[in-house]
């Protein structure tokens, strides 16, 4: 066999070695994911339609969870640098199953109504702090078992079973509840997370890292320009999640969700085929280029006048968005000593949380003010914005390698 064949075989089996030691920590996530996703379709319903609130109360109850988990993204990361991940992780699935107990309350609680809310509400609360825990502390894991030069590979795999959780969950939650009830939601959550649970205490902890641990504030405020990159990338994700429907009715445009079918499904590909790019040809790289991408897929949306077009910059704008939050990733958590990436890694995530909270409403306004198509050329405007800032963290990078940048 020729010396380079040889080669190739030996980084494809040590690459396949490195993906089976990710998988077994990034299937809790799916797994928490898989929670979220189940009940996500159906309580919008039950609250407007079976308690009786108004649509505006309906969605406000689904999207506190939002804010749960944003404010527990510091003590997820704090759990992960201290008490480990394999600990913050069991916790984290703890959290989820609380949730499926006291949505199955709510549910049997249907005839008094704000009761019902009430326990609703507070479910979605403990989900979000589960969903925090859950998510930090299995990147934490997979990184302690396979290393911090594959950091990227390990944030992809857990942004794969994220949306592939989300997009398997939201028609299993509909199918069980119109089969059997919304009250099966919740013994289901209940389960998957006990399953998890119990799977989770089988693998082996990692060692925890000892040594400098920053403050919050300080790690914060050295990913902040990583974060805002994350923040405007996500614009993208947000607006084609929660206005792409309403932009095909309004055109009178049929299969709307086939358009977030391709988003998804290009951004999976676009995870599992270029994950590898990052480690090769560094973060900042990778996030130009893929926000340029989003950018013009978000602007062939803007422009579309027939349906494939939109298809076409659906596609492009997944392809795109895919590798941004890895990409800027990597370099903000190379940012801090090795004993704080937990929290580092914590603090980069509370941008996608604020940027997917911030979106809706921003982007309503836009749609309300100038049209549904306006809410892509916002996001297009948001990634180019997202390209300048990349490039000028690269740029700072290359003068002085891992330096904290400053805005």
Known sequence: MPADSAASSRKSGNDFATTLKIIPVVFFTFLCYLTIG????????????????????????????????????????????????????????????????????AVLCKDWPFVSLAILVLSRLVLGFGESLCGTGAILWGIGRVGTSHNAKVISWNGIATYGALAIGAPLGVALSHAFGPVTLGVFITALAAIGYALAQRI?????????????????TRVLPHGIGLALGSAGFGSIATFITLFYAARHWPNAALSLTVFGTMFVGARLLFANTIKTYGGFRVAIVSFCFECAGLLMLWLAPVPHVALAGAALTGFGFALVFPALGVEAVGLVPPASRGAALSAYSVFLDLSLGITGPLAGYVAGEFGYESVFLFAAIAAAAAVVLSTSLYLRNARVPNAPAAL
Not at 63 to 70: E, G, H, K, M, P
Not at 80 to 97: E, F, H, Y
Not at 204 to 220: N, T
Request: proline share 7%; glycine share 12%; with cysteine.
């Open 38 to 105: 189940v009940p996500l379709a159906v309580l919008p319903g039950f609250v407007h339609t079976d308690l009786g609130f108004s649509a505006v109360l309906a969605g406000a109850a689904i999207s506190v969870q939002y804010f749960a988990t944003l404010a527990s993204r510091p003590l997820a990361g704090r759990s992960a640098d201290t008490l480990g991940p394999k600990r913050t992780v069991s916790i984290g699935l703890i959290g989820c199953g609380a949730s499926g107990v006291l949505l199955l309350a």
């Open 204 to 220: 082996a902890p990692v060692p925890l890292v000892h040594g400098e641990r920053m403050s919050y504030a300080s790690v914060f």
